[in-house]
């Protein structure tokens, strides 16, 4: 049984955060567990109002049976300016800084909860942790800024880092233009009580319809919205994006606390911001344990939740309880019990896809600098839609296809649902569908290897080389690195054939040579497009093929490039809007590859 409170603590300048605190009944000395979020505290906490705190802890970042089993004082906080908290909501609120003049940020508002509760909270130990997921996530690692001496330890899970290299707003400068309902529910009140809303069935014709994302944004009158207004006048990777990359900060941060950093191989939100983070601070380091870093075949949030398959892949076991149990529950303790033993985890701990085994590694990637057991190996685009790890030999090569920005690729069958977690939304999962149906588009392009006679295994983030010329002065390219299985597999018929994409993302074409200052492309000049997927830990198995696509539009998950170059696509007019020719090259001289992290047995 435990007792259910409510408190109201002041922060520095005299502002109020509404805190709902979960005691276990009875003579204590527990450590606490805090997560501060913007997605209401009091709903996180009391979604059945009984004496047990299991039924309560519904919310979407709360790892239910390490909390209750191990007996901790549970404590979520509302973020300043939502739900029962005062004050202004920014969304992921920068530091105190040239983006942020006020003197709070929520590095000071956490430093604060936590002074507040080891001086009010007489059942507690002194010892305070702190988790969370996705924007919670991000809420951990801003308290390590300057953190609490009370602070123990911190476990940021599928964290937005940064918004614009990869996490919930840009990828590689394209808008992830399904995003805008979050930003408008978000930002528009303070307890989410104004609502998007939409009279199409498929958000492909909502977006198509509207014209550009900051035409969409203006019909549903978002020029009101601070963060809205920022976002489309900073399309570029300014100042007002690079000062809050998360990153960035902790990279000139002394590290004080210990660090786990969880990452979904499968997160269709935040892909880039715990890897990101554990290259900024892992070579601080020194000891060897304080930064931890976890690897599972999850999709955004799911290592919370079950975790024996992800769509319709199937992994054999339980993984996301194996982490809680065995990865999580241990790494707490031994910071936040007294008198716990130090933990037995491993520097990496990755799921293995295709062998589907967890794996104890000492470093992340495998692919790495010198004396690591894995090499870049340059699978190459080839003639008549091949592919293959030898450097193509013809002179001059090239395939192209039509991209219409009247008729954007899909990024999914349609109809296509909004980006969100309601019942019987399937967007938690649509990275594992399967790419059978834009292989078949005109659209897209479509490259095999044969049938792998051995097993091809990857560790670390492929790095697309891609040389194309298109026929407009602007172009997206989406690539996409695809495990094909046999025609037939026996234990699960469903799965003969499948198209299982394990690592694909858009770069936008202005960004070619700097994030900072776009330019034009020259048109029809076959020239360099570099960037990377998104992490893999996978093996391909013999009998297995290997697929890359190439394609220039994936909608409406992320905006339209008119292929026409304009100072701010936000902005694109009907007229910008161009049809062009995209020729992607294979040749001896301009050869395009994908440059795989291949571990060697």
């Keep these: 049984y435990y007792t259910f409170l409510y408190f109201i603590i002041s922060m520095r300048y005299f502002f109020k955060l509404h805190t709902v605190i979960l005691i276990p009944k009875g003579p204590t000395h527990s450590c606490m567990l805090l997560t501060r979020t913007p997605y209401n505290a009091k709903d996180l906490t009391s979604h059945v109002h009984s004496g047990h705190l299991g039924p309560m802890l519904q919310g979407y970042d709360n790892a239910t049976d390490v909390i209750v089993e191990d ?31 006020t003197p709070v940020d929520d590095s000071t508002d956490t430093y604060d909860t936590i002074d507040w509760l080891v001086k009010n909270v007489p059942e507690s130990n002194g010892k305070v942790g702190t988790l969370g997921i996705s924007y919670d996530g991000f809420e951990p690692l801003m308290a390590l800024v300057n953190p609490h001496p009370a602070l ?14 990869g996490d919930d707003w840009f990828h590689n400068g394209a808008f992830r233009e399904q995003n805008i309902s979050y930003i408008y529910e978000q930002v528009a009140s303070r307890e989410n009580s104004i609502k998007w ?27 009101q919205l601070g963060f809205w207004s920022k976002m489309i006048a900073h399309p570029a990777y300014d100042a007002f994006w690079s000062d809050q990359a998360l990153d960035k900060i902790l990279a000139a941060q002394p590290l004080q606390v210990p660090v786990m950093l969880v990452h979904s191989l499968w997160d269709a939100e935040d892909s880039y911001g715990a890897l990101a983070v554990y290259s900024a601070i892992k070579p601080k380091d020194t000891r060897g344990d304080m930064v931890k870093l976890v690897l599972g075949p999850w ?16 992994f054999g076991t339980d993984t996301a309880k194996y982490f809680r149990e065995q990865v999580l529950r241990p790494f707490l303790a031994q910071y936040l019990k007294d008198g716990a033993p130090k933990a037995d985890i ?15 590694l000492d470093r992340w990637p495998l692919a790495c600098e010198s004396g690591c057991p894995a090499t870049s190996r340059a699978l190459y685009l080839q003639p008549d839609q091949k592919l293959a790890f030898t450097r193509p030999v013809a002179r001059a090569g090239y395939a192209e296809y039509i991209s219409d920005p009247g008729r ?15 019942p019987g939304q399937t967007w938690s999962i649509w990275l594992v569908d399967d790419q059978r149906e834009p ?34 002065t602007d172009s997206d390219w989406v690539v996409k690195l695809i495990d094909v299985y046999p025609d037939q597999v026996a234990p699960q018929a469903e799965m003969g054939g499948y198209q299982l994409a394990v690592g694909m993302d858009i770069m936008r074409g202005r960004y070619r040579e700097s994030f900072v200052n776009p330019k034009p492309i020259e048109p029809n000049k076959p020239l360099p497009y570099r960037f990377s997927l998104p992490a893999n830990n996978h093996v391909f198995l013999p009998g297995h093929r290997i697929m890359v ?53």
């Design 299 to 314: 999709y955004h949030g799911q290592e919370i939740e079950e975790g024996s398959a992800l769509g319709v892949v199937r």
């Design 152 to 165: 123990k330890v911190a476990v940021p899970m599928n964290p937005m880092v940064d918004g614009w290299m």
């Design 549 to 601: 696509q190439v394609q220039s539009s994936w909608f409406p998950l992320y905006d339209r490039n008119p292929q026409t170059y304009v100072p701010n696509i936000f902005f694109a007019k009907p007229a910008d809007y161009r049809k062009a020719t995209q020729r992607i090259y294979f040749s001896s001289v301009d050869a395009s590859y994908v440059a795989l992290p291949v571990v060697e047995n």
């Design 439 to 472: 292989s078949g588009r005109t659209d897209v392009l479509t490259f095999t290897t044969d049938v792998l006679t051995a097993p091809v295994k990857i560790s670390g983030r492929p790095e697309v080389h891609l040389i194309a010329s298109p026929s407009g």
């Design 71 to 101: 007996g901790y004082i549970r404590v979520v906080q509302d973020v300043r300016g939502k739900y029962g908290s005062e004050g202004d909501y920014v969304m992921n609120r920068p530091l105190h800084g040239p983006q942020n003049p």
């Design 408 to 422: 954007p690729t899909p990024y999914r069958a349609r109809p296509i649902q909004p980006a969100g977690y309601e």
């Design 346 to 360: 491993a520097p990496v701990t990755a799921f293995e896809t295709g062998t589907n085994q967890w794996r104890r």
């Design 197 to 223: 809303w939409s009279n199409y069935h498929d958000e492909y014709d909502l977006f198509v319809q509207a014209g550009s994302a900051g035409e969409l944004g203006h019909r549903y009158g978002m020029e």
